[in-house]
């Protein structure tokens, strides 16, 4: 894996990291949706970076 892929991978790491902390002090059911969106998109774009399919695609 070349070193660009490895630190936006790394990167995406650190952005679920802090959606996950939102997510955990989420006040409303909305905020919680929209926070789980976007760590399942940050999950998608390592799945990409990696080149591993997405299963659920299907």
Same mark, same amino acid.
């Given at each position: 894996?070349?070193? /660009?892929?490895? +630190? @936006? $991978? %790394?990167?995406? *790491?650190?952005? $679920?990291?802090? /959606? *996950? +902390? @939102? @997510? &955990?002090? &989420?006040?409303?059911?909305?905020? %919680? &949706? +929209? /926070?789980?969106? %976007? $760590? ?5 774009? $390592?799945?990409? +970076? ?6 659920? &695609?299907?």
């Amino acid at each position: 894996m070349t070193g /660009y892929r490895e +630190l @936006l $991978i %790394r990167g995406s *790491e650190k952005v $679920i990291g802090h /959606y *996950e +902390l @939102l @997510l &955990a002090n &989420a006040k409303t059911e909305h905020e %919680r &949706a +929209l /926070y789980r969106q %976007r $760590i399942e998109r940050e999950w998608r774009l $390592i799945r990409d +970076l990696q080149g591993e399919p997405d299963h659920r &695609a299907a």
